[in-house]
Protein backbone atom coordinates (compact mmCIF):
# COMPACT_ATOMS: atom_id res chain seq x y z
CA UNK A 1 0.00 0.00 0.00
CA UNK A 2 1.34 3.24 -0.69
CA UNK A 3 0.60 6.68 1.34
CA UNK A 4 -0.30 9.53 -0.79
CA UNK A 5 1.71 12.20 0.94
CA UNK A 6 0.32 15.47 0.05
CA UNK A 7 -3.26 16.40 -0.92
CA UNK A 8 -4.65 19.37 -2.84
CA UNK A 9 -4.98 22.87 0.05
CA UNK A 10 -5.77 25.80 -2.11
CA UNK A 11 -6.30 29.18 -0.61
CA UNK A 12 -9.69 30.35 0.52
CA UNK A 13 -9.89 33.81 -1.70
CA UNK A 14 -10.30 32.90 -5.57
CA UNK A 15 -12.29 35.43 -7.06
CA UNK A 16 -13.95 33.27 -9.83
CA UNK A 17 -14.79 30.64 -7.30
CA UNK A 18 -16.63 33.57 -5.42
CA UNK A 19 -18.08 35.04 -7.67
CA UNK A 20 -19.71 32.17 -10.12
CA UNK A 21 -23.16 30.79 -9.19
CA UNK A 22 -23.14 29.14 -6.02
CA UNK A 23 -23.90 25.08 -6.18
CA UNK A 24 -24.50 22.41 -3.59
CA UNK A 25 -21.42 20.08 -3.30
CA UNK A 26 -22.08 16.71 -3.99
CA UNK A 27 -21.75 14.68 -1.03
CA UNK A 28 -17.93 13.42 0.06
CA UNK A 29 -17.65 9.14 -0.63
CA UNK A 30 -17.98 6.75 2.58
CA UNK A 31 -18.24 2.98 3.01
CA UNK A 32 -17.35 0.63 0.52
CA UNK A 33 -18.08 1.14 -3.28
CA UNK A 34 -16.86 -1.16 -6.09
CA UNK A 35 -17.02 0.66 -9.73
CA UNK A 36 -15.63 -0.37 -13.12
CA UNK A 37 -14.07 2.95 -13.79
CA UNK A 38 -12.55 5.58 -11.05
CA UNK A 39 -11.74 8.66 -12.33
CA UNK A 40 -9.42 10.77 -9.65
CA UNK A 41 -9.49 14.41 -10.32
CA UNK A 42 -12.62 17.06 -11.34
CA UNK A 43 -10.75 19.63 -12.77
CA UNK A 44 -10.90 19.90 -16.88
CA UNK A 45 -9.57 16.63 -17.96
CA UNK A 46 -11.16 14.49 -14.98
CA UNK A 47 -14.61 16.25 -16.09
CA UNK A 48 -13.85 15.39 -19.74
CA UNK A 49 -12.57 11.67 -19.08
CA UNK A 50 -15.42 10.68 -16.75
CA UNK A 51 -18.15 12.21 -19.26
CA UNK A 52 -16.75 10.39 -22.55
CA UNK A 53 -16.32 7.35 -20.69
CA UNK A 54 -19.96 7.44 -19.63
CA UNK A 55 -21.15 8.09 -22.94
CA UNK A 56 -18.50 5.29 -24.22
CA UNK A 57 -20.03 3.00 -21.66
CA UNK A 58 -23.58 3.77 -21.03
CA UNK A 59 -24.06 0.45 -18.74
CA UNK A 60 -21.27 1.09 -16.57
CA UNK A 61 -21.14 3.19 -13.28
CA UNK A 62 -18.37 5.80 -13.55
CA UNK A 63 -16.82 7.23 -10.28
CA UNK A 64 -15.39 10.48 -10.23
CA UNK A 65 -13.43 11.96 -7.14
CA UNK A 66 -12.48 14.97 -6.47
CA UNK A 67 -10.57 15.85 -3.31
CA UNK A 68 -11.37 19.38 -2.94
CA UNK A 69 -14.69 21.20 -4.19
CA UNK A 70 -15.43 21.36 -7.63
CA UNK A 71 -14.21 24.95 -9.11
CA UNK A 72 -11.99 25.20 -6.11
CA UNK A 73 -8.73 23.56 -7.20
CA UNK A 74 -6.25 24.30 -10.37
CA UNK A 75 -9.00 24.50 -13.52
CA UNK A 76 -11.48 27.39 -11.36
CA UNK A 77 -8.03 29.48 -10.50
CA UNK A 78 -6.30 29.97 -14.22
CA UNK A 79 -6.75 33.33 -16.54
CA UNK A 80 -9.37 31.78 -18.48
CA UNK A 81 -7.85 31.67 -21.53
CA UNK A 82 -9.02 28.67 -23.87
CA UNK A 83 -5.67 29.52 -26.14
CA UNK A 84 -6.40 27.72 -29.73
CA UNK A 85 -2.52 28.39 -31.14
CA UNK A 86 0.59 26.74 -29.97
CA UNK A 87 3.32 28.46 -28.75
CA UNK A 88 6.54 26.61 -28.17
CA UNK A 89 9.10 28.45 -26.51
CA UNK A 90 11.15 26.54 -27.12
CA UNK A 91 11.30 27.38 -30.78
CA UNK A 92 12.64 30.55 -32.74
CA UNK A 93 9.63 31.24 -33.91
CA UNK A 94 7.45 29.81 -30.87
CA UNK A 95 6.11 27.36 -33.57
CA UNK A 96 8.68 24.76 -34.66
CA UNK A 97 8.29 21.85 -36.49
CA UNK A 98 5.39 22.81 -38.34
CA UNK A 99 3.80 19.54 -39.16
CA UNK A 100 3.72 19.07 -34.42
CA UNK A 101 2.44 22.63 -34.91
CA UNK A 102 -0.55 21.72 -36.52
CA UNK A 103 -1.63 18.64 -34.97
CA UNK A 104 -1.14 20.73 -31.62
CA UNK A 105 -3.93 23.36 -33.25
CA UNK A 106 -5.92 20.55 -33.80
CA UNK A 107 -6.06 19.23 -30.18
CA UNK A 108 -6.54 23.02 -28.97
CA UNK A 109 -9.43 23.48 -31.54
CA UNK A 110 -10.85 20.34 -30.39
CA UNK A 111 -10.57 21.20 -27.25
CA UNK A 112 -12.29 24.71 -27.73
CA UNK A 113 -14.83 22.92 -29.58
CA UNK A 114 -15.87 19.81 -27.36
CA UNK A 115 -16.32 22.78 -24.55
CA UNK A 116 -18.32 24.78 -26.55
CA UNK A 117 -20.94 22.22 -27.69
CA UNK A 118 -21.08 21.76 -23.87
CA UNK A 119 -21.71 25.33 -23.15
CA UNK A 120 -24.34 25.35 -25.67
CA UNK A 121 -26.21 22.36 -24.48
CA UNK A 122 -26.59 22.55 -21.39
CA UNK A 123 -26.59 26.35 -21.37
CA UNK A 124 -23.76 27.08 -18.89
CA UNK A 125 -23.12 30.73 -17.59
CA UNK A 126 -19.65 31.14 -17.58
CA UNK A 127 -19.49 34.41 -20.19
CA UNK A 128 -17.82 32.59 -22.78
CA UNK A 129 -16.62 34.32 -25.77
CA UNK A 130 -14.82 33.98 -28.92
CA UNK A 131 -12.84 37.18 -28.01
CA UNK A 132 -9.11 36.44 -29.28
CA UNK A 133 -6.17 37.64 -27.00
CA UNK A 134 -3.79 40.29 -27.20
CA UNK A 135 0.35 39.72 -26.74
CA UNK A 136 1.21 42.53 -25.63
CA UNK A 137 5.10 44.20 -25.16
CA UNK A 138 6.85 47.32 -23.77
CA UNK A 139 10.06 46.31 -23.94
CA UNK A 140 12.49 45.53 -27.10
CA UNK A 141 12.82 41.78 -26.21
CA UNK A 142 8.97 41.55 -25.86
CA UNK A 143 8.70 43.29 -29.56
CA UNK A 144 11.23 40.83 -31.18
CA UNK A 145 9.11 37.89 -29.57
CA UNK A 146 6.08 39.53 -30.99
CA UNK A 147 8.09 39.59 -34.76
CA UNK A 148 9.09 35.90 -33.99
CA UNK A 149 5.67 34.66 -33.17
CA UNK A 150 4.49 36.67 -36.33
CA UNK A 151 6.36 34.60 -38.49
CA UNK A 152 5.71 31.34 -37.38
CA UNK A 153 2.02 31.92 -37.44
CA UNK A 154 2.93 33.47 -41.34
CA UNK A 155 4.41 29.73 -41.11
CA UNK A 156 1.27 27.73 -39.75
CA UNK A 157 -0.90 29.99 -42.00
CA UNK A 158 -2.94 31.75 -38.82
CA UNK A 159 -4.62 34.45 -38.96
CA UNK A 160 -3.36 37.55 -36.68
CA UNK A 161 -3.13 41.24 -36.44
CA UNK A 162 0.03 43.61 -35.40
CA UNK A 163 -1.62 46.81 -33.43
CA UNK A 164 0.50 49.60 -32.82
CA UNK A 165 1.34 51.39 -29.36
CA UNK A 166 -0.71 54.50 -30.53
CA UNK A 167 -3.79 52.16 -31.74
CA UNK A 168 -4.15 50.30 -28.24
CA UNK A 169 -6.37 52.24 -26.21
CA UNK A 170 -8.96 52.01 -28.45
CA UNK A 171 -9.27 48.26 -27.72
CA UNK A 172 -7.46 47.69 -23.98
CA UNK A 173 -7.62 51.27 -22.56
CA UNK A 174 -4.28 51.54 -21.49
CA UNK A 175 -1.42 53.30 -23.47
CA UNK A 176 1.25 51.26 -21.27
CA UNK A 177 2.01 49.11 -24.68
CA UNK A 178 4.12 49.47 -27.37
CA UNK A 179 2.65 47.28 -29.45
CA UNK A 180 0.65 43.99 -29.50
CA UNK A 181 -0.07 40.64 -31.78
CA UNK A 182 -3.61 39.81 -31.71
CA UNK A 183 -5.19 36.60 -32.72
CA UNK A 184 -9.16 36.04 -33.06
CA UNK A 185 -8.94 32.31 -31.78
CA UNK A 186 -8.55 32.26 -28.29
CA UNK A 187 -11.97 32.06 -26.49
CA UNK A 188 -12.55 33.72 -22.81
CA UNK A 189 -14.24 32.27 -19.88
CA UNK A 190 -14.56 32.45 -16.03
CA UNK A 191 -13.48 29.14 -15.36
CA UNK A 192 -14.56 28.93 -12.14
CA UNK A 193 -17.98 28.96 -13.37
CA UNK A 194 -17.44 26.87 -16.42
CA UNK A 195 -16.26 23.69 -14.16
CA UNK A 196 -18.99 24.06 -11.96
CA UNK A 197 -21.37 23.93 -15.17
CA UNK A 198 -19.70 21.09 -16.57
CA UNK A 199 -19.42 19.38 -13.22
CA UNK A 200 -23.36 19.73 -12.12
CA UNK A 201 -24.10 18.53 -16.41
CA UNK A 202 -22.29 14.95 -16.28
CA UNK A 203 -24.40 11.99 -17.37
CA UNK A 204 -26.75 10.58 -15.05
CA UNK A 205 -24.22 7.23 -14.94
CA UNK A 206 -21.49 9.37 -13.33
CA UNK A 207 -21.16 9.48 -9.70
CA UNK A 208 -18.91 12.50 -8.67
CA UNK A 209 -17.57 12.70 -4.83
CA UNK A 210 -16.34 16.02 -3.93
CA UNK A 211 -14.30 16.95 -0.65
CA UNK A 212 -12.90 13.14 -0.75
CA UNK A 213 -8.85 13.33 -0.69
CA UNK A 214 -7.42 9.77 -1.45
CA UNK A 215 -5.17 8.85 1.14
CA UNK A 216 -3.76 5.86 -0.08
CA UNK A 217 -3.39 3.60 -2.51
CA UNK A 218 -3.22 -0.19 -2.91
CA UNK A 219 -2.05 -1.25 -6.83
CA UNK A 220 -2.99 -5.09 -8.04
CA UNK A 221 -5.38 -6.58 -10.70
CA UNK A 222 -7.71 -3.93 -9.24
CA UNK A 223 -6.65 -1.15 -7.52
CA UNK A 224 -8.43 0.29 -4.08
CA UNK A 225 -8.46 3.77 -3.06
CA UNK A 226 -8.30 4.61 0.78
CA UNK A 227 -9.64 8.07 2.22
CA UNK A 228 -10.60 9.04 5.82
CA UNK A 229 -14.20 7.34 5.29
CA UNK A 230 -13.60 4.38 3.11
CA UNK A 231 -12.95 2.59 0.08
CA UNK A 232 -13.44 2.52 -3.57
CA UNK A 233 -12.23 -0.12 -5.63
CA UNK A 234 -11.61 0.48 -9.46
CA UNK A 235 -11.58 -2.54 -12.10
CA UNK A 236 -9.30 0.31 -14.07
CA UNK A 237 -8.18 3.81 -12.57
CA UNK A 238 -7.61 7.49 -14.57
CA UNK A 239 -5.43 9.65 -13.34
CA UNK A 240 -6.59 13.23 -14.28
CA UNK A 241 -4.50 15.17 -11.58
CA UNK A 242 -1.72 16.67 -12.86
CA UNK A 243 1.53 17.18 -10.69
CA UNK A 244 -0.61 15.06 -7.67
CA UNK A 245 -0.07 12.05 -10.15
CA UNK A 246 3.30 12.29 -8.83
CA UNK A 247 1.80 11.02 -5.34
CA UNK A 248 -0.33 8.25 -6.75
CA UNK A 249 3.17 6.90 -7.41
CA UNK A 250 3.69 7.32 -11.40
CA UNK A 251 5.87 10.43 -12.87
CA UNK A 252 7.80 10.93 -9.75
CA UNK A 253 10.21 13.48 -10.36
CA UNK A 254 8.99 14.51 -13.45
CA UNK A 255 6.66 17.72 -12.99
CA UNK A 256 6.85 20.92 -11.27
CA UNK A 257 3.75 21.99 -9.21
CA UNK A 258 4.89 26.24 -10.25
CA UNK A 259 1.99 28.67 -8.71
CA UNK A 260 0.93 31.35 -10.25
CA UNK A 261 -1.14 34.55 -8.55
CA UNK A 262 -3.80 36.66 -10.10
CA UNK A 263 -6.18 39.51 -8.78
CA UNK A 264 -9.19 40.74 -9.34
CA UNK A 265 -10.76 44.14 -8.57
CA UNK A 266 -14.13 45.60 -7.28
CA UNK A 267 -16.48 46.15 -10.06
CA UNK A 268 -15.27 49.62 -12.01
CA UNK A 269 -18.15 52.56 -12.07
CA UNK A 270 -19.44 54.30 -14.68
CA UNK A 271 -17.30 57.24 -14.64
CA UNK A 272 -14.00 55.03 -14.27
CA UNK A 273 -15.14 52.77 -17.26
CA UNK A 274 -15.52 55.60 -19.57
CA UNK A 275 -12.28 56.83 -18.09
CA UNK A 276 -10.71 53.52 -19.06
CA UNK A 277 -12.17 53.66 -22.55
CA UNK A 278 -11.68 50.62 -25.02
CA UNK A 279 -13.72 47.53 -25.57
CA UNK A 280 -15.69 46.24 -22.83
CA UNK A 281 -14.40 42.51 -23.05
CA UNK A 282 -10.67 41.90 -23.67
CA UNK A 283 -7.33 39.73 -22.49
CA UNK A 284 -4.09 39.94 -23.06
CA UNK A 285 -1.01 38.03 -22.33
CA UNK A 286 2.67 38.87 -22.20
CA UNK A 287 5.13 39.10 -25.20
CA UNK A 288 7.33 38.01 -21.83
CA UNK A 289 6.55 34.36 -20.31
CA UNK A 290 7.04 35.95 -16.57
CA UNK A 291 5.27 39.29 -17.64
CA UNK A 292 1.51 40.00 -16.59
CA UNK A 293 -0.98 38.87 -18.06
CA UNK A 294 -4.39 40.93 -17.68
CA UNK A 295 -8.54 41.21 -18.24
CA UNK A 296 -11.52 43.29 -18.65
CA UNK A 297 -14.33 40.94 -17.49
CA UNK A 298 -17.64 40.71 -18.60
CA UNK A 299 -18.86 42.46 -14.83
CA UNK A 300 -16.35 45.29 -16.25
CA UNK A 301 -13.70 44.26 -13.04
CA UNK A 302 -10.03 44.14 -13.80
CA UNK A 303 -7.36 41.03 -13.41
CA UNK A 304 -3.94 41.01 -12.95
CA UNK A 305 -1.77 38.07 -13.07
CA UNK A 306 1.86 37.59 -12.64
CA UNK A 307 4.57 36.63 -10.26
CA UNK A 308 5.37 32.48 -9.70
CA UNK A 309 6.30 30.53 -6.60
CA UNK A 310 7.77 27.13 -7.01
CA UNK A 311 6.09 24.55 -4.22
CA UNK A 312 7.10 20.66 -4.24
CA UNK A 313 3.57 19.59 -2.15
CA UNK A 314 1.47 21.32 -4.52
CA UNK A 315 -0.38 23.23 -2.01
CA UNK A 316 -1.26 27.13 -1.38
CA UNK A 317 1.41 28.90 0.85
CA UNK A 318 -0.20 32.27 2.32
CA UNK A 319 3.16 34.33 2.26
CA UNK A 320 3.36 34.37 -0.96
CA UNK A 321 0.04 35.86 -1.26
CA UNK A 322 0.82 38.10 0.78
CA UNK A 323 4.19 39.05 -0.47
CA UNK A 324 2.97 38.99 -4.48
CA UNK A 325 -0.44 41.34 -3.97
CA UNK A 326 2.18 44.24 -3.76
CA UNK A 327 3.12 43.47 -7.17
CA UNK A 328 0.13 43.22 -8.71
CA UNK A 329 -0.98 46.81 -7.05
CA UNK A 330 2.24 48.08 -9.04
CA UNK A 331 1.61 46.57 -12.67
CA UNK A 332 -2.01 47.71 -12.00
CA UNK A 333 -1.12 51.27 -11.85
CA UNK A 334 1.58 51.21 -14.18
CA UNK A 335 -0.95 49.94 -16.45
CA UNK A 336 -4.04 51.61 -15.50
CA UNK A 337 -2.97 55.17 -14.07
CA UNK A 338 -6.42 56.65 -14.79
CA UNK A 339 -8.01 54.23 -12.70
CA UNK A 340 -6.38 55.18 -8.71
CA UNK A 341 -9.01 54.51 -6.60
CA UNK A 342 -9.69 50.96 -7.85
CA UNK A 343 -9.23 48.62 -5.29
CA UNK A 344 -8.72 44.18 -5.80
CA UNK A 345 -11.43 42.53 -4.05
CA UNK A 346 -9.49 39.05 -4.50
CA UNK A 347 -6.10 37.75 -4.75
CA UNK A 348 -5.28 34.10 -4.86
CA UNK A 349 -2.90 31.75 -6.31
CA UNK A 350 -3.26 28.24 -8.61
CA UNK A 351 -0.79 25.50 -9.54
CA UNK A 352 0.37 24.79 -13.13
CA UNK A 353 1.62 21.40 -13.79
CA UNK A 354 4.65 21.95 -15.99
CA UNK A 355 7.70 19.92 -17.09
CA UNK A 356 11.05 20.45 -17.80
CA UNK A 357 10.47 19.54 -21.66
CA UNK A 358 6.65 21.14 -21.92
CA UNK A 359 5.38 17.68 -22.43
CA UNK A 360 2.80 15.72 -20.81
CA UNK A 361 1.39 11.76 -20.68
CA UNK A 362 -0.86 10.43 -22.31
CA UNK A 363 -1.76 6.65 -22.13
CA UNK A 364 -1.16 3.81 -19.76
CA UNK A 365 0.47 4.05 -16.10
CA UNK A 366 0.54 0.70 -15.20
CA UNK A 367 -1.69 -2.00 -15.65
CA UNK A 368 -5.19 -0.96 -15.44
CA UNK A 369 -3.54 2.66 -14.59
CA UNK A 370 -4.10 5.09 -16.82
CA UNK A 371 -3.10 8.86 -16.88
CA UNK A 372 -3.69 12.61 -18.91
CA UNK A 373 -1.25 14.42 -16.80
CA UNK A 374 0.94 17.49 -16.97
CA UNK A 375 -0.97 20.30 -19.38
CA UNK A 376 1.71 22.50 -18.86
CA UNK A 377 -0.79 25.98 -18.85
CA UNK A 378 -3.31 24.75 -21.19
CA UNK A 379 -5.83 23.09 -18.77
CA UNK A 380 -8.61 24.38 -20.38
CA UNK A 381 -8.37 23.12 -23.83
CA UNK A 382 -5.84 20.55 -23.89
CA UNK A 383 -7.22 19.03 -20.36
CA UNK A 384 -10.49 18.54 -21.86
CA UNK A 385 -9.47 17.38 -25.24
CA UNK A 386 -7.14 14.68 -23.48
CA UNK A 387 -8.87 13.76 -21.39
CA UNK A 388 -11.98 12.71 -23.83
CA UNK A 389 -9.48 11.01 -26.35
CA UNK A 390 -7.93 8.91 -23.17
CA UNK A 391 -11.80 7.57 -22.47
CA UNK A 392 -11.87 7.03 -26.77
CA UNK A 393 -8.62 5.26 -26.63
CA UNK A 394 -9.93 2.69 -23.48
CA UNK A 395 -13.12 2.12 -25.81
CA UNK A 396 -10.87 0.80 -28.33
CA UNK A 397 -10.65 3.62 -30.66
CA UNK A 398 -7.89 5.46 -32.30
CA UNK A 399 -7.46 8.14 -34.50
CA UNK A 400 -3.96 10.13 -35.42
CA UNK A 401 -4.71 12.43 -32.49
CA UNK A 402 -4.84 9.46 -30.40
CA UNK A 403 -1.74 8.44 -32.04
CA UNK A 404 -0.15 11.43 -31.79
CA UNK A 405 -0.27 11.66 -28.12
CA UNK A 406 0.85 8.29 -27.50
CA UNK A 407 3.87 8.82 -29.35
CA UNK A 408 4.88 11.70 -27.99
CA UNK A 409 7.45 11.71 -25.42
CA UNK A 410 6.93 11.97 -21.55
CA UNK A 411 8.06 14.63 -19.20
CA UNK A 412 11.69 14.64 -18.57
CA UNK A 413 13.37 13.51 -15.31
CA UNK A 414 14.09 16.93 -13.22
CA UNK A 415 17.31 16.99 -11.08
CA UNK A 416 17.50 15.43 -7.67
CA UNK A 417 16.86 17.89 -4.75
CA UNK A 418 17.79 19.79 -3.30
CA UNK A 419 19.44 21.20 -6.44
CA UNK A 420 15.78 21.10 -8.41
CA UNK A 421 14.05 23.62 -5.80
CA UNK A 422 17.33 25.56 -5.75
CA UNK A 423 17.56 25.36 -9.19
CA UNK A 424 13.38 26.16 -9.90
CA UNK A 425 13.90 29.09 -7.60
CA UNK A 426 17.19 31.00 -9.30
CA UNK A 427 15.22 30.64 -12.87
CA UNK A 428 11.95 31.58 -11.10
CA UNK A 429 13.55 34.95 -9.42
CA UNK A 430 15.85 35.61 -12.85
CA UNK A 431 13.02 35.21 -15.30
CA UNK A 432 10.69 37.24 -13.06
CA UNK A 433 13.22 39.90 -12.67
CA UNK A 434 14.62 39.82 -16.39
CA UNK A 435 10.96 40.71 -17.49
CA UNK A 436 11.35 44.01 -16.19
CA UNK A 437 8.60 46.22 -17.24
CA UNK A 438 6.78 43.48 -18.77
CA UNK A 439 5.95 42.42 -15.46
Not at 293 to 313: A, C, E, G, M, Y
Not at 337 to 347: A, K
Not at 372 to 398: E, I, K, M, S, Y
Amino acid sequence: MARVTSMPADDMTCGWFHLSKSRRAKPRHSGATQARWVVVGAGFTGLAAARQLALNFPDDEIVLIEAQEVGFGSSGRNAGFAIDLPHDIGAEDYIGEIETARTSLRLNLAGQTILRSLVDAHQIDCQLRASGKYQAAIEERGIAVLDAYRRGLDKLGQPYEMINGQDLPAHIGTSFYRKALFTPGTVLIQPAALVKGLADSLPPNVTLYENTPITDVEYGERTVLGHANGRITADKLILANNAFGMRFGFLQGTMLPIFTYGSLTRVLTEDEQAALGGKSFWGVIPADPFGTTLRRTHDNRLFVRNSFSFNPDGRSRQKYLDRFVSRHRDSFERRFPMLPGVEFEYTWGGSLALSRNHMGFFGQLAPNVYGALCCNGLGVTRGTVTGTLLADWLAGQRNDLIDFLLSSPPPNPNPPEPFLSMGVNLNLRWGQYRAGREA
